[in-house]
């Protein structure tokens, strides 16, 4: 029956003003009136109304939810469906209650981390919830931040959907009936996140008590299978194909030889057991020309060159950041060991998901290059080196998912500092290179450009896919895209910020890392 109420609608509605609910509405009025030798198809009309306004509004509001269009109140999993909220207190202006989980929110983490604002500063009051009501929390000294996520406030037992989370500023407060102030001034505090830390130290030990991993098997195994060094093309068809973001590829040039006094170079990944595509991905392409790789998973398997980390917390993209400092700590243990073999020792040590695609021929020669000796000083200063992002109006970091690099310096530092509170030991988030950022900044280590300078400023790591990176413009990105917010320096795109001694790209499916391999490698300019 609505079916059929809609598609009068939508007839009648060509009367009014296209796409508006409302003006349907008035035409079909409009249509009624004008038929009075028929009352009761007048009453009709009428009674149609008011079932098509409600089922033509349900449906913009679906292809509202299609298009992408979120509750401002609920920054959880998209499959969930969102949050229906209880209406604010009476006695408050609408805008009273400010969301923190933002609309459209474009940092790759999908967080929205608040650091004390005056709108949500000491005093203020969260509160969450969904269709079972709201919860209130208060905003005391010890906490340090308010996380808005489902894995923070869990989801609404009543009917599983995600919790939002909204902020009562103080002056908001002041305008509540006394009763209610009271109420608000029982709540209790947001729990301080300090009180969860655990040493890492543990962990660490746990990680060196499974069976060992021989860091350099890879290479090994590719040298035993290809004496001559050359490896078989992962992808003949590339060599036959011609888009036009092979042009961004073959602007690429290779350092097949391989630099005096190179530093020893380890590639560490993020994976799980389950996961194998992307691991395998790896060790076809580029894997055994790094000195060592490990893929730091949730078991150990040393034919697989796996390595199982132990760590606080559960395995989940939500818990990357206690991920990374379990693994930069056995790092920095295992480095120091005195009985650990010549072959096994690294100068620098490049990290990230099995989607980072490594150039090491191309990373050795930059890090043997004359600017970053002197600014390691011979390996004795920290060096943190990747694709700089500025968060907006703040710090300046890393991205993880372009790879970033530390020098054994820079562990040793990390290491120093990973239980202390600037490196936040008991964070539970995906941010893992902006604490890493914070953490080395409290010791006055700052992420080093690596820009190409004789290139104008090109970047050699690149956080995108080629041709990703071939195609993306400023004039056609959405407004609030965060790749040009988040840039450092000035703006380029396209070829132009691309260098000819590119080290690295990201979110590279196994596809796409064979045929970029084949194009650099095998099928020649």
Request: net charge neutral; charged share 20%.
């Amino acid at each position: 029956k609505l079916q059929f109420l809609y598609l009068i609608g939508v007839t009648v509605e060509a009367q009014g003003r296209p796409g508006s609910p409302a003006g349907g509405v008035q035409a079909l009025y409009g249509q009624a009136f004008t038929m009075k030798s028929n009352r009761l198809l007048l009453l009709f009309f009428m009674a149609a109304a008011v079932p098509y306004l409600m089922f033509n509004l349900h449906a913009h509001s679906y292809l509202d939810e299609k298009k992408g269009h979120r509750p401002l109140i609920s920054s959880g999993d998209a499959a969930s469906r969102p949050a229906t909220t209880a209406p604010t207190p009476p006695t408050l202006p609408p805008t009273a209650w400010r969301p923190l989980c933002q609309e459209g929110h474009q940092y790759p983490f999908h967080l929205r981390l608040v650091s004390p604002t005056p709108t949500c500063s000491e005093g203020s009051i969260v509160r969450y919830g969904a269709a079972g009501g709201w919860a209130y929390r208060k905003r005391c000294e010890d906490t340090p931040y308010v996380r808005c996520a489902t894995q923070t406030f869990g989801k609404d037992p009543a009917d599983g959907a995600p919790k939002g989370c909204e902020c009562l500023d103080t002056a908001g407060i002041s305008q509540l009936p006394d009763s209610e102030r009271a109420a608000f001034a029982d709540a209790p505090c947001l729990p301080p996140h300090e009180t969860r830390a655990q040493p890492i130290g543990p962990h660490v030990q746990a990680m060196l008590k499974e069976p060992a991993v021989d860091s350099t098997r890879a290479r090994k195994d590719f040298l035993a299978a290809h004496p001559d060094g050359k490896q078989e093309n992962p992808d003949p068809s590339a060599c036959r194909a011609s888009p036009s973001w092979y042009q961004l590829l073959r602007k690429i040039d290779i350092e097949t030889a391989r630099p005096p006094h190179a530093p020893r170079l380890l590639c560490l990944f993020y994976t799980m057991a389950t996961k194998g595509d992307g691991h395998r991905a790896i060790l076809n392409t580029f894997g055994p020309s790094c000195d060592g790789l490990l893929f730091m998973s949730t078991e150990t398997h040393p034919e697989k060159h796996q390595l199982k980390v132990h760590k606080p917390g559960e395995e989940s993209y939500h818990n990357m950041w206690q991920k990374s400092r379990a693994i930069w700590a056995y790092v920095e243990e295992w480095q120091a060991g005195a009985d650990l073999p010549e072959e096994e020792r690294y100068d620098y040590f490049v990290i990230g998901g099995e989607d980072l695609y490594v150039i090491p021929e191309n990373m050795r020669k930059y890090l043997a290059s004359q600017d970053v000796a002197a600014a390691s000083e011979g390996g004795t200063k920290p060096l943190f080196l990747g694709r700089r992002f500025r968060e907006p109006g703040g710090m300046i970091f890393n991205s993880g998912g372009a790879g970033y690099v530390l020098n054994r310096a820079a562990l040793s530092v990390f290491a120093s500092l990973i239980d202390t509170q600037p490196c936040a030991p008991a964070a539970k988030t995906s941010a893992e290179d902006v604490n890493l950022a914070k953490c080395l900044l409290s010791a006055g280590v700052q992420a080093f450009d690596t820009r190409d300078a004789s290139q104008g400023g090109a970047n050699r790591f690149m956080c995108f896919t080629p041709d990703l990176h071939y195609g993306y413009s400023k004039k056609t990105a959405a407004a609030n895209d965060w790749f040009h917010r988040y840039f450092v320096g000035e703006w380029r795109e396209g070829l132009d910020d691309v260098s000819t001694n590119t080290v690295s790209f990201h979110y590279m499916k196994p596809d796409v890392m064979a045929r970029t391999h084949a194009v650099l490698f095998h099928c020649g300019k």
